[in-house]
């Protein structure tokens, strides 16, 4: 069974920065495919970043420029840097990947409980 575990949220001043981690387990080969996703209070969950197969990254546009998505294979973890933040990038932040097992077996969509990060102005 895959999991993956976020962690790295926390309270922090505007301006500061926070790294957000996503741990998969599970006889993982490796992690394919990876985003990051953000809810904030009342508000739809929303596509932050991605990195794609071939490392290809995109960003939403609120983002771009401060935070980076980044991926360690040798610890089958996915990393998001958040840089400058700002009091609209408070929410719950959930990481999604596509794995492979060193099986072969590719699973698809999976999804961790998320991290809160809290930026106080």
């Known amino acids: 069974q895959v999991q993956l575990v976020e962690s790295g949220g926390e309270l922090v001043q505007a301006g500061g920065s926070l790294r957000l981690s996503c741990a998969a387990s599970?006889?993982?080969?490796?992690?394919?495919?990876a985003n990051w996703y953000r809810q904030a209070p009342g508000k739809q969950r929303e596509l932050v970043a991605s990195?794609?197969?071939?490392?290809?990254?995109n960003y939403a546009d609120s983002v771009k420029g401060r935070f980076t998505i980044s991926r360690d294979n040798a610890k089958n973890t996915v990393y998001l840097q958040m840089d400058s933040l700002t009091p609209d990038d408070t929410g719950v932040y959930y990481c999604n990947a596509d794995v492979v097992l060193i099986t072969g077996t590719e699973m698809r969509d999976n999804w961790g409980q998320g991290t809160q990060v809290t930026v106080s102005s």
């Open positions: 599970g006889n993982i080969f490796y992690i394919r495919t």
């Open positions: 990195r794609s197969s071939n490392g290809n990254t």
